[in-house]
């Protein structure tokens, strides 16, 4: 038991994963699924990230095996998914807009399943509260609601529906959401998304609350001062948040697998960070950020 416990030590899983997924992608594209392999290939430090997972946990027991694969290969298949497939489908878009009616705070809920969202203010002029431009790939449809409730304002846009990739000609684009919003109005948001990149600019926004769970991909925040929450909570990927210099900041950290990245000022204790004169600042902006595989950064907007 003990020679075989020790030769099962020896071996990584990465080697045949990669065999295995590289065996995969070659049979779906004989059967007609469109792969980007250049895409794919741009992917190559997924594998460092995979190496080390493996060294880490993958070669201690059994269960450290399994538990390395399930991340590995959820890991693979997302970027796969994003990068290598989903740019080969036909897109749809659609306009979707909600008027300024005499609410002054609203609640946003946004929940794309891939692709790309982008959250910015409305250009000057705009009247509406909510501009929004949604791309999905053959198969997804958007579901959108409206609604009061206690006197806020309720939007809810969210992806139904999959995929399956079979029988699309090839183009260039990405499913994407780009939401415009009227910076006029408080701001309650909670943004879920599975594979992508999440990119919010907020920095002209007054915000209640900001909740978001990244799966794998890059999430992007540009955050404004004031007196809110804010909790990320991403699996693989990067997160990268900016914020403005003069606040008064508290960040805790919750990271496995990820390098931290936090301005040489904060004065840290264990895990929570706070910035110089935080217990001067009269508005405190509370970060959680959570990371588990991948980097976390925080760095002062330009």
Known sequence: MTEQRDRYERHGIV????????????????????????????MWPLLL??????????????????ASAA????????????????????????????????????????????????????????????EATLSTVMGEAIDTRVRESGGVQVVDIRADGMWTGWDTPRTQAHPGWEIDLNPDLR?????????????????????????????????ILRLPAGNYRTVVDGAIGELLVYIPRDASVR??????????SIPADFVRRGDTYESPDFDEGEDTLSLFLGQAIGSLRVLYLP
Do not use: C, H, K
Request: no cysteine; proline share 1%; charged share 20%.
């Open 71 to 130: 991340i590995i290969v959820a890991m693979f298949a997302g970027a796969f998914w994003l990068f290598g497939v989903t740019d080969a489908a036909n897109l749809e878009t659609e306009n979707f807009i909600v008027e300024l009616d005499a609410y002054d705070q609203m609640t946003l809920s946004l929940d794309p399943a891939v692709g790309r969202l982008d959250v910015d203010s409305l250009e000057e002029g705009r009247a509406n509260a909510l």
């Open 49 to 66: 990230i995979a190496v080390g997972i493996d060294l880490l946990i993958g070669r201690r027991s059994i269960l450290g095996a399994i």
């Open 251 to 260: 960040i805790t950290a919750d990271t496995g697998i990820t390098g931290r």
């Open 187 to 219: 701001y309650e948001m909670d943004i879920e998304m599975g594979v992508g990149q999440l990119d919010l600019d907020l920095t002209e926004f007054e915000l209640e609350e900001l909740m978001i769970d990244m799966g794998i991909g890059q999430t």
């Open 15 to 42: 080697g045949p994963l990669i065999l295995i997924a590289a065996g995969g992608l070659l049979l779906a594209s004989r059967m007609g699924v469109a792969i980007d392999f250049i895409a794919i290939l741009r």
